[in-house]
C-alpha cells in the first residue's frame, strides 16, 4: 500500500500538542568532530519531547511547517541505507541533526530537521508520526 506523506497533516498534530517554549534553552552537539553547546530557542512538548522552534508556534509562520504541498511516496523513504526520518528530512530540503537537548535537568537525546534559511526545525520522529497513524 502506497502512503503519501504531507505536511498538512503535521500541522493540526502540532495544534494539539500542549507546548512549553523557552528563550534559555540549551542544546548540545557535535560540529567538525567538537562539541558545541550553544543557547536556543525552541517549544517542546514535555511528556513525549517533541521539539520545535520558537519561530514556528503558534502562528506556523516557518519553513518547517510550509512544506504542505509536498507528497513523498512511502518507497522514497525506504532502503538498505539511512533512516526514513533523515531521508524525509532531505526531501523537504532540511538538514538531520543528531542532537540534546537540555531538559533543566538532564540532557536527552533527540534528532531534528534544521531548515537554515530562517532556522526553523521540528523533531524528526514528528515528522514520521503522522504516517503511521494512516496504518
Known sequence: MKFLITLFLFIPFLAQAKMNCTKNGKFRFH??????????SYCFDGEDFSLLSLNCYPDEN????????LQVPEEKLQ?????????????????????DIWSGKKWVKMDRCLFEADQSFVDIPSLLDFMREED
Do not use: H, M, W
Open 62 to 69: 516557518c519553513i518547517a511547517v510550509q512544506k504542505t504541498d
Open 79 to 99: 532502503g538498505q541505507f539511512g533512516s526514513p526520518g533523515f531521508k524525509l528530512c532531505y526531501i523537504y530540503g532540511g538538514k538531520p541533526q543528531l542532537l
Open 31 to 40: 560540529r567538525g568532530g567538537k562539541e558545541v553547546i550553544e543557547n536556543a
